[in-house]
């Protein structure tokens, strides 16, 4: 079965440091979302490409967060710097586009900033 | 009013019952309905999809839609423990290029 792969599986590292993300979509995908997850406040949407273009990144802390996707096989999300509160599970899914087309996720990245 | 709204439970059922979960959602337009079910320290995975008013059973899970009254629910026949995780709801947002999540509802089957 086809998969979207993200690494590291899990990140522990000091606050200041800087953390990247990647994942591969699944091959054929055209969009790909990163969320980010806590028990607090559940999924939430960071970022959002489609075709490789980035058309939402709203959730996202423009100071410290940025998402890309070089090429269609890789998409990164860098949290520069890092601090405690951004500890949480990051998933990344692709989909085709259509708002009737489902998400697939990734096994996600937990990260522990401490 | 949040764009899809889920109880966030803990609902809790004996083996071999029915659950049900339940969710509603604010856009009127919305067309096409996921179920993800999530379990601890796992990432989501799509389980079920419904688009057309009425139900759609797949094993023992049956997806039901009433698009007038906005709630889609979920129901799982002979719960088993293996059934317990978290069940996200998601619906396409206003755009149709996303789908927004509901916060999550908590099974528990208790053997």
């Known amino acids: 079965d086809a998969r979207v792969t993200q690494t590291p599986r899990h990140k522990v590292t000091e606050m200041g440091q800087e953390v990247t993300m990647r994942c591969q979509p699944i091959?054929?995908?055209?969009?790909v979302f990163w969320y980010r997850q806590t028990m607090m406040q559940g999924l939430e949407l960071l970022a959002y490409?489609?075709?490789?273009?980035?058309?939402?990144d709203s959730g996202m802390p423009k100071d410290r967060f940025s998402a890309e996707m070089p090429d269609a096989t890789l998409a990164t999300l860098k949290i520069q710097p890092s601090e405690p509160r951004d500890s949480a599970v990051y998933f990344c899914?692709?989909?085709?586009?259509?708002?009737?087309?489902?998400?697939?996720f990734g096994d996600g990245t937990r990260l522990s900033i401490l | 009013q949040k764009e899809v709204e889920q109880n966030s439970g803990p609902l809790s059922v004996p083996e071999g019952a029915i659950a049900s979960l339940n969710c509603t959602y604010s856009?009127?337009?919305?067309?096409?309905f996921f179920w993800y079910r999530q379990y601890s320290g796992k990432s989501p995975e799509l389980i079920m999809f419904?688009?057309?008013?009425g139900d759609k059973e797949d094993g023992r899970f049956t997806a039901q839609l009433n698009k007038a009254s906005q709630y889609v629910s979920l129901l799982i026949r002979d719960s088993q423990p293996s059934d317990s995780a978290t069940y996200l709801c998601?619906?396409?947002?206003?755009?149709?290029?996303?789908?927004?999540f509901g916060g999550g509802t908590r099974l528990m089957v208790k053997p």
């Open positions: 899914a692709s989909g085709q586009t259509g708002g009737d087309q489902p998400q697939h």
């Open positions: 091959l054929g995908h055209n969009t």
């Open positions: 419904i688009y057309s008013n």
């Open positions: 856009d009127r337009g919305s067309q096409s």
């Open positions: 998601a619906v396409p947002n206003n755009a149709g290029n996303m789908l927004t």
């Open positions: 490409f489609r075709n490789r273009a980035p058309l939402d």
